[in-house]
């Protein structure tokens, strides 16, 4: 009988850690002082500041123009491989307020996308 009850409480531990699904998080992305916008200067220039946090290594960072399918920068060597991030991304040829899209993929497949406004 004991032997029993031993063998149903391990089945049950068992199964108990083998359905938990740890829950993945998805990188979280703050820009410097939490502004969402920034000014370019007359050239048409503005440098994106910020920090990434991931709970799981980063893979690369996207940056494109909204409207364009082709990124204009691709950080997937600077960014990878680490958990926590400081980056700054200086963006050139605004002439026109542009929507900046950041997208960040870490190594376990989680993606987060936000938008930034550079106005001119």
Do not use: W
């Amino acid at each position: 009988m004991k032997t029993k009850s031993f063998s149903l409480m391990v089945l049950m531990a068992l199964f108990f850690f083998v359905s938990c699904k740890k829950e993945a998080t998805n990188p979280q992305l703050t820009f410097s002082n939490n502004v969402v916008e920034g000014t370019a200067n007359a050239s048409g220039e503005y440098t994106m500041t910020g920090h990434i946090s991931s709970v799981t290594r980063l893979d690369k960072v996207v940056l494109t123009k909204e409207g364009q399918s082709t990124p204009f920068l691709v950080d997937d060597s600077t960014a990878k491989n680490k958990n926590e991030y400081d980056f700054s991304y200086k963006v050139t040829g605004i002439t026109v307020n542009t929507y900046i899209v950041v997208d960040i993929f870490d190594q376990g497949g989680g993606k987060v996308t936000q938008r930034f406004l550079i106005k001119k």
